[in-house]
């Protein structure tokens, strides 16, 4: 599929809004990419894809998951809004036709994070995060720290903020989500 193709179904598939995050996030994408040194199409791409799966009703995220041997985890099943991830890996792969494992891997674990993140999962995570539309306490922190090459410290902040969101709604905080922390945290050696 052609890059214009995705664009049209996507749009059609996510509706105006959800489509402008994520055009946001795939320019936020080849933006750092461009810092980080990395494929920046790619990185366009990636952020393009990351939520093609986000609003399916959580019936239809099982169902799929169910139907296409997708594991589902407890957190997963109580909280289905993180299948989107999983579910929107095999909508990449099958209806987008993207074969390459790095893009697919980074939609993947982009709401959870994981540990031993490649450049292109740090960079899809803090996209997502923090494109330009992203308006919550901290997001100018993130984006500064980000596009001034502290990729890492910049990612630490990011799930600093999902996790306490998490935690203030009183959900469950996902397994993958704690060793992605543990792993940055002592990558920066932070206190």
């Known amino acids: 599929m ?3 193709e995705i664009r049209k179904v996507l749009e059609k598939r996510l509706g105006s809004k959800p489509y402008r995050h994520s055009i946001a996030t795939g320019e936020m994408s080849r933006q750092l990419a461009r810092i980080y040194g990395i494929d920046e199409q790619k990185a366009f791409l990636t952020g393009l894809l990351h939520d ?25 099943l109580n909280q289905p809004n993180l299948l989107h991830g999983v579910v929107g890996a095999s909508i990449a ?4 036709e993207i074969s390459d494992n790095e893009i697919l891997h980074a939609i993947e674990t982009h709401s959870t994070g994981v540990k031993n993140m490649s450049l ?9 995060s923090a494109e ?20 890492d ?4 902040e990011a799930m600093e903020r999902k996790l306490i969101y998490v935690m203030k709604k ?12 543990n792993d940055i945290a002592e990558k920066i050696k932070t206190p």
């Not at 792969?93 to 987008?96: A, G, R, S, T």
């Open 170 to 181: 009183r959900l469950m905080l996902h397994p993958t989500s704690i060793e992605a922390w």
């Open 52 to 76: 093609c799966a986000k609003g399916m009703p959580r019936k239809d995220l099982i169902q799929y998951a169910q139907e296409h041997e997708i594991p589902i985890d407890y957190v997963q």
């Open 93 to 96: 792969m099958l209806e987008f």
């Open 120 to 128: 292109l999962d740090k960079v899809l995570f803090l996209s997502d």
């Open 2 to 4: 052609t890059e214009s």
């Open 132 to 151: 330009p539309n992203r308006d919550y306490s901290g997001v100018e922190k993130i984006r500064k720290l980000a596009l001034s090459g502290k990729l």
């Open 153 to 156: 410290t910049a990612l630490l």
